[in-house]
């Protein structure tokens, strides 16, 4: 197991946030000091998530494209939208972490996208930019989790990779619940490279 540094809650302010038009939830964001790669990564928690003892979490690395823009070419801002829905219905925390492209940053984000226009695939792209497939640290949200003092969670992820790394940063994953396929002409290429590269679950036709 690794060793996480400790982490301290910064600020907490309750937020409404919009589920879909004219329709709000209450939620509150966390802030942190101490995070190991300095990054502003916010924790967001919904309903009675921090009084469940084994709660509903997402990890969700930011999409610049997906979540604001609502690009076609990935599945980000629907499984986004799904697990806030699930959250706000059930209580749970979502972890908004500041790791675009899967860590390589938006500049390379959009660069691999050209290359994925050439022909590769979206971790074809990544290594021939000197990346590797999946190159996120996860001890950041093993640190927030650890500081709202959340040490067992059920996880909303149909990537494996974040379960093995969170238990290697002594957080304990009971059980994993998986979001919709959200298949679309687009990202069909995509998303089957997710589940031939990195062994995501998702039902690709």
């Given at each position: 197991m690794l060793t996480v540094a400790p982490a301290r809650i910064r600020t907490t302010v309750s937020v409404p946030l919009q589920l879909s038009a004219g329709v709000f939830t209450p939620a509150t964001v966390v802030t942190f000091h101490g995070l190991v790669d300095g990054r502003e990564h916010l924790a967001v928690v919904y309903g009675n998530g921090l009084r469940q003892p084994k709660p509903l979490v997402r990890l969700h690395s930011e999409c610049l494209t997906g979540d604001v823009f609502r690009s076609a070419r990935c599945d980000c801002h629907a499984q986004l939208a799904e697990s806030i829905t699930m959250m706000a219905a059930e209580g749970g925390v979502l972890l908004y972490l500041r790791q675009e492209g899967r860590g390589?940053?938006?500049?390379?984000?959009?660069?691999?996208?050209?290359?994925?226009?050439?022909?590769m695939d979206t971790f074809?792209?990544?290594?021939?930019?000197?990346?590797?497939?999946?190159?996120?640290?996860?001890t950041v949200a093993a640190q927030m989790l650890q500081s709202l003092g959340k040490t067992e969670i059920e996880l909303i992820s149909n990537n494996p990779k974040k379960?093995?790394?969170?238990?290697?940063?002594g957080i304990t994953v009971y059980r994993q619940r998986l979001t919709s396929g959200h298949v679309t002409d687009a990202n069909r290429a995509y998303l089957r490279a997710k589940v031939e590269h990195a062994g995501h679950t998702i039902r690709v036709e």
């Open positions: 390589i940053g938006l500049y390379n984000k959009i660069e691999a996208y050209r290359l994925q226009d050439s022909g074809e792209a990544n290594r021939a930019l000197n990346f590797a497939d999946d190159p996120r640290d996860y379960i093995e790394r969170l238990e290697e940063c």
